[in-house]
């Protein structure tokens, strides 16, 4: 459905729309474009300006938006696409700021649609329904007391709208699926500035559920449907000993566990003065006892330091999160849908022994997938990513002061070692940790769906109003 005012007020202004980008920028009307709004335009050296225009991955903080639009409606959304195509500027959405490229960054207008964060619960359906700006922190505040969830991310200020749409992980996927697998409708501000209300049977509802933020519009609400959680054991186990057979073994173990149980493993990095160690991180919802049954051959190899508690959910998804404080980092993901065998294990402790311990911190990380994750097809949705059993990421942070011949000794390692990984895990990337430094992005990120998500792309954005280095062409 299309909503008409915002159709014609697009329509009016088809003379302009496409109008190249300009070279050097004019005097732009900034005053009209706030006339428009019943949000605010914040604008360089404004009240709030610097905190509204930092994203999440520092690496990207010096770029800056010309001005920034904090829209309260889709309608707001709606009148600054039109006002940046009427004048040649370039526009990024922002609902989370975490795109790990800095995507949701712009030398032109951000569009900040962190305002939109208002939640309305279905009681008779059980479908809650979001605004583009909610968070990870939106959705617990609104149902901790429910006992309600979807499969949500650890890190409170992710936005919903770029875990949504890039398929978005979480401990609660084998059991229940991604995020978009409970997406059930959603609503977008296309390029024409046409506000458009999306359900099944949608070639954009289709691609909205999992293609990556940024490529066809700027989506305003999402409505999922929701299911009962209860209490679970909630980890978090470390091992210094012999972390390489630490390792091993719990990748085994976790392979045969039960959906009922998601994880990540971490290799973390040797440091100045101490060696490679091995984190265990994630929720049961078996006992203590039952976990600890589960994992008796690691622990038979060495004990770990951490903790074991059985919680409530919100109250064990609190043990489970992390701050996710801005700072400077890349990550290189690869979905393994091959098996982490001997070679593998061997290939990911060789990289962590070669890091150069010059920046901050550096890990190998994988998050276990399968499960109800790989219950549809690769077609079904956007998401392509249905046959893998792990996704790896490979981390590195550096700090502002990290000289820049010391950072680039740092990068050389995280591309050398990616590229051992890549054939040995056998599957794509995650678009949600978009790579800039990805030379197969197109096929790494959408496989055989990229020739219809491209087709989608043609229609619904012309003239490439949403584009980036990493967006799906058209």
Known sequence: MIDRRAFLFGAAGAAVLARPLLGA?????????????????VRPGDAGFAAYARPNNLRYASRLPLGIARCRTARDVSASILWARENGVPLAARSGGHSYAGYSTTGG????????????FDESTGIATLGGGSRNATF????????????HGRCPSVGIAGLVLGGGIGFNMRAHGITADRLVATEIVTADGAIHRLADGDDLMWACRGAGGGNFGINTSFSFRTYEVGTR???????????????????????RAPDALGSKVSAIAPTATSGIKVQLLGQFEGTPADL???LADVYAIAEPTGSVVREPYWKAQAFLAEPGVPAYYQERSRFFDRRIDHRAVAAIFDGLRRYPKTAREAAFKIFQTGGRVNARK?????FVHRSSSWLSSIELYWQKTTPDAVLEQNLAWLDAYYATIVPLAGGGAYQNFIDPSLVDWKAAYHGSNLERLEAIKRRVDPSGTFAFAEAIPG
């Open 378 to 382: 690769p077609g079904d949705t956007a």
């Open 25 to 41: 920028m004019p005097r732009l009307p900034w005053d009209a474009l706030a006339k428009r709004l019943s949000g605010t335009v």
């Open 233 to 255: 054991t909630v980890f978090n186990l470390i091992w210094d000993v012999r972390p390489e057979d630490v390792f091993a073994r719990l990748v085994d173990i976790l392979d």
């Open 292 to 294: 600890r049954a589960m």
């Open 140 to 151: 617990e505040a609104a149902f901790r007391h429910r006992n309600l969830a979807i499969t």
């Open 109 to 120: 207008l951000l569009i900040d649609l962190r305002e939109m964060d208002a939640v309305v």
